[in-house]
Nanobody
Framework: QVQLVESGGGLVQAGGSLRLSCAAS????????MGWFRQAPGKERELIAR????????YYADSVRGRFTISRDNAKNTLYLQLNNLKPEDTAVYYC?????????????WGQGTQVTVSS
């Protein structure tokens, strides 16, 4: 079993920055891939970034590429998402996910989410 806990969300003005963290605990040796998703009101949950076990970045959604950066610190069992140049359309609940094989909406482990609100 793996537990994921996100933190770092909040209210920020457009153009501002936030750094989200996702602390993993439990059987962390089983985690290979991790990622960040977000879900805005009335919309489906979408994958915005994922990263491999050794920190190789496999994917950014077009909507966040160039503004968001995913990273991980395996020594601390923590996943990060740096959000820069935030826009009102980035407002959503952000979730981290982990899976030993691949990151998608069927990922095995999920955090509870952290709210990011961007004001115009």
């Amino acid at each position: 079993q793996v537990q994921l806990v996100e933190s770092g969300g909040g209210l920020v003005q457009a153009g501002g920055s936030l750094r989200l963290s996702c602390a993993a605990s439990g059987r962390t040796f089983g985690i290979y891939y991790m990622g960040w998703f977000r879900q805005a009101p009335g919309k489906e949950r979408e994958l915005i970034a994922r990263i491999g076990w050794i920190g190789d970045t496999a994917y950014y959604a077009d909507s966040v590429r160039g503004r968001f950066t995913i990273s991980r610190d395996n020594a601390k069992n923590t996943l990060y998402l740096q959000l820069n140049n935030l826009k009102p359309e980035d407002t959503a609940v952000y979730y981290c996910a982990a899976d030993p094989y691949r990151i998608g909406t069927s990922a095995q482990y999920w955090g509870q989410g952290t709210q990011v609100t961007v004001s115009s």
